[in-house]
């Protein structure tokens, strides 16, 4: 079997196996340059030459082409798809007594601490999640309609961290759409709760929803707005400090898809870093990761977006993420610099950086369109031995 995402040139050098490619084409009457070519994907081969290459390997046409299975297919009885139902209203009933605020507010927690730090962090969320948002829905109702203000204050602070955990969940799990609701419940969540502190995560969260939908410019004027709203709310100096710097770089990850990359460099000076600088690694405030190193991590970003992929590895060499309190964060870096090496076309860097990804969060290579695309252009540009090794690791992460 073969992912269903897998171009058909892959799929063919797949099925060859171990077979020489001049023996291959010369036996469907093509020229090994031809063949090499629809391998790399520059060339795609007509209907009567897809259909000798599928006799010659000895598989049914159908498994050359893509295998992609209808939507509602795709995602009706899995994990995942609970975790989308629980949210839309379509968990368990709860007509029992509601879960305390104590007991929520330590499961999100340990589910936000799960998220960020496990190796197994999807394979978590799927199976913590769907009970966890069904609880908590059915408290924050309750606590709602209730008389004890600080109970209700209490429950809705814990939904308004869950909601933004479900946003990261979502987004990473291709569920835009559901990614936008759940921020937008934990903005309503917080802003009910009368928390400043979770009104700016919640606002940082919309952020990363509109950049994940594809709008930079939307997102980098609404984090600009909410970072003034945040230097002048009443929160310790440094959760303000920090959800102040983290909504910056937001608007810097904006400018960046914007391609204004020196705008995005000077936000990241000018705003950010002073912010960064006052923040420790380990503070993790409203779970944004935000910190020196985190701010150093866009650094990088802006000059891969940029495509100066030798400044990027420059600056990413001295970067120690060691301190990081978030996985998550390490390996988003770790796949951007497995990306400058491709760019630069040093392909036995590029699966060392992936190989290396692979040991630390396995679930986020087999699941990251990035990475498997990567993965794809080491086996089709790479030397013999590091195609071979790319192969193999496309094994291991369901590719082939």
Known sequence: MVAADLPI?????????????????????????????????LKIPSLPILYALAQELGVPTAALLSEQAPAEEAAVDTAEAAVGRALLGYGPARSNQPVGSGELRDRVEAAWQSWQTAADRFTQ??????????????????????????????????????????????????????????????????EDADDPLRIAAAQWNLGHVLLAAGQPAEAEEF???????????RLPEVERTAMAGALQLVAVVGAARRRRWWEARDRLT???????????DSSNVGWTVFGPTNLALHAVSIEMEAGEAGEALHTADAIDTSGLPSLEREFTFGLEVAACHSQRRDDAAALLSLLSLESVAPEDLARNPVARQLVLTVIRRARAMHARQAEQLAERIGLV
């Open 125 to 190: 969320a799927a199976t913590t999640l769907p009970s966890l948002v069904a609880d908590v829905e059915h408290a924050a109702r309750s606590a709602r309609a209730g008389a004890d203000v600080a109970e209700r204050r209490a429950v809705l602070r814990a939904a308004a961290d869950l909601y933004c955990l479900l946003r990261s969940y979502l987004r990473r799990t291709g569920r835009v759409d559901l990614a936008t609701l759940a921020a937008d419940r934990a903005m309503r969540a917080a």
């Open 9 to 41: 040139g892959d799929r063919i050098r797949h099925y060859r196996g171990g077979r020489r490619q001049d023996a291959i084409a010369g036996l469907v009457g093509i020229s090994p340059d031809y063949l090499s070519q629809i391998e790399r994907g």
């Open 270 to 280: 000018k705003y950010a870093a002073p912010a960064a600088r006052a923040v420790p």
């Open 223 to 233: 984090a600009l707005r909410a970072a003034e709203q945040v230097a002048a709310a």
